[in-house]
């Protein structure tokens, strides 16, 4: 079946003014003006008003729940289908997080195909906080380079709660992870969850000055702050992901900043930590509270980047949308609406908020009403 979004403002995600959008079979198949009648039997879906995005692209979303550090009682659920159309999101990477004792890879692999059954596009980290890693088959690579899902790893450190692995025991792992990438044909990513330790980047520049390993294997995430050792991350190449967290206005001003300290914004990534927990610490690394982060918080970034910091739409929705993309090596089918990529597509109003999501080509949201839900959502 075709179908026709008519007269929309595209945004792919640089600014391309008016236009209409066909796609079939889950793929972009034209993009211009006039379409209508070149496709007379297309289903029509009036654009006017509206600002055609691509579907944001989320990379550190805790799919199993996340959290676990107060006791049982503080596992997050895991997450629904609902959250993420709402938050118009259309791909997703899950990943575990503190608790790789109770969560498991083959619950997280199993989450993931699940999204995928019911209408998004999901993929998955093997690993945990922990060193050496959590997997599903028992090796580190054969996750990787034979589970379609998994794209890498996921590692914590500088946190008081990781197993602060060694330098020589992150260089095996980024090792392991290339060569299972270059077999399995994978991004081959390692998402280093950053803590508010001491050392913060300073093993991974250490690793980049003393071996030939690509920067694009290391992908540090829960940036702060810019200053020293990431804004010399950023500059050698390397890929900064910001979280959204509780405070998507703090957050946009983060990423604002980073840009006026000379940071390319074509470094920078944004994720929402969706379903992980979002614990306080005393000064004696005691925990005094804890709350669950919202995939919504995306978005609210992306509204707080443009209203706020004054930074135009195309280049705040590249940081969920083309940056993520091109740093998961999707280029060409996901994080931009042209020909050929997958129709993966928001529509936001004059509001700058998400009336229509669409995900595969299929419609999952409609004017603010779910079309779909999760196999068990009421």
Same mark, same amino acid.
Request: proline residues 4%; charged residues 20%; glycine residues 10%.
């Given at each position: 079946?075709?179908?026709?979004?008519?007269?929309? #403002?595209?945004?792919?995600?640089?600014?391309?003014?008016?236009?209409?959008?066909?796609?079939?079979?889950?793929?972009?198949?034209?993009?211009?003006?006039?379409?209508?009648?070149?496709?007379?039997?297309?289903? *029509?879906?009036?654009?006017?008003?509206?600002?055609?995005?691509?579907?944001?692209?989320?990379?550190?979303?805790?799919?199993?729940?996340? /959290? /676990?550090? %107060?006791?049982?009682?503080?596992?997050?659920?895991?997450?629904?289908?609902?959250? +993420? $159309? =709402?938050? /118009?999101?259309?791909?997703?990477?899950?990943?575990?997080?503190?608790?790789?004792?109770?969560?498991?890879?083959?619950?997280?692999?199993?989450?993931?195909?699940?999204?995928?059954?019911?209408? $998004?596009?999901?993929?998955?980290?093997?690993?945990?906080?922990?060193?050496?890693?959590?997997?599903?088959? %028992?090796?580190?690579?054969?996750?990787?380079?034979?589970?379609?899902?998994?794209?890498?790893?996921? @590692?914590? @450190?500088?946190?008081?709660? +990781?197993?602060?692995?060694?330098?020589?025991?992150?260089?095996?792992?980024?090792? !392991?992870? =290339?060569?299972?990438?270059?077999?399995? /044909?994978?991004?081959?990513?390692?998402?280093?969850?950053?803590? *508010?330790?001491?050392?913060?980047?300073?093993?991974?520049?250490?690793?980049?000055?003393?071996? !030939?390993?690509?920067?694009? #294997?290391?992908?540090?995430?829960?940036?702060?702050?810019?200053?020293?050792?990431?804004?010399?991350?950023?500059?050698?190449?390397?890929?900064? !992901?910001?979280?959204?967290?509780?405070?998507? =206005?703090?957050?946009?001003?983060?990423?604002?900043?980073?840009?006026?300290?000379?940071?390319?914004?074509?470094?920078?990534?944004?994720?929402?930590?969706?379903?992980?927990?979002?614990?306080?610490?005393?000064?004696?690394?005691?925990?005094?509270? @804890?709350?669950?982060?919202?995939?919504?918080?995306?978005?609210?970034?992306?509204?707080?980047?443009?209203?706020?910091?004054?930074?135009? $739409?195309?280049?705040?929705?590249?940081?969920?949308?083309?940056?993520?993309?091109?740093?998961?090596?999707?280029?060409?089918?996901?994080?931009?609406?042209?020909?050929?990529?997958?129709?993966?597509?928001?529509?936001?109003?004059?509001?700058?908020?998400?009336?229509?999501?669409?995900?595969?080509?299929?419609?999952?949201?409609?004017?603010?009403?779910?079309?779909? *839900?999760?196999?068990?959502?009421?």
């Amino acid at each position: 079946m075709l179908t026709l979004i008519e007269n929309v #403002h595209l945004y792919q995600p640089e600014d391309r003014g008016l236009a209409d959008i066909l796609f079939s079979c889950g793929k972009i198949v034209d993009i211009g003006l006039g379409l209508s009648s070149q496709y007379p039997t297309a289903e *029509r879906i009036p654009g006017e008003g509206f600002l055609a995005v691509p579907g944001y692209l989320d990379q550190h979303v805790h799919v199993t729940g996340g /959290g /676990g550090e %107060g006791g049982f009682k503080t596992r997050v659920p895991e997450l629904q289908l609902s959250q +993420c $159309i =709402r938050a /118009g999101v259309t791909t997703l990477v899950g990943l575990l997080g503190t608790d790789g004792i109770t969560r498991s890879v083959e619950n997280l692999v199993a989450k993931t195909k699940a999204l995928n059954e019911e209408g $998004i596009t999901a993929y998955c980290l093997t690993g945990s906080y922990e060193y050496p890693p959590v997997t599903l088959s %028992g090796d580190l690579k054969k996750d990787i380079a034979f589970i379609h899902e998994v794209l890498g790893v996921k @590692i914590a @450190i500088s946190d008081h709660r +990781c197993s602060q692995p060694t330098k020589e025991e992150l260089i095996r792992l980024v090792s !392991d992870v =290339r060569m299972a990438a270059l077999i399995g /044909g994978k991004p081959g990513i390692v998402t280093f969850h950053l803590g *508010r330790g001491k050392a913060q980047l300073g093993l991974i520049l250490e690793i980049l000055s003393e071996t !030939d390993l690509p920067i694009k #294997h290391f992908r540090p995430t829960h940036i702060r702050s810019v200053q020293g050792q990431a804004l010399q991350f950023a500059q050698m190449g390397g890929y900064l !992901d910001f979280t959204a967290g509780i405070n998507p =206005r703090e957050t946009a001003n983060t990423i604002a900043k980073a840009a006026e300290a000379g940071v390319p914004l074509s470094q920078i990534t944004l994720s929402s930590d969706s379903n992980g927990s979002l614990p306080k610490w005393n000064d004696k690394n005691e925990m005094v509270g @804890i709350e669950a982060a919202s995939m919504d918080a995306l978005h609210e970034v992306i509204q707080a980047l443009v209203l706020e910091e004054n930074m135009n $739409i195309s280049d705040a929705l590249s940081l969920v949308t083309s940056n993520v993309s091109r740093a998961l090596e999707f280029d060409g089918v996901k994080g931009k609406l042209e020909p050929g990529c997958d129709a993966d597509l928001l529509l936001w109003d004059q509001n700058l908020e998400i009336s229509t999501v669409i995900a595969k080509g299929v419609i999952l949201m409609q004017e603010g009403q779910l079309k779909v *839900r999760g196999t068990f959502e009421k």
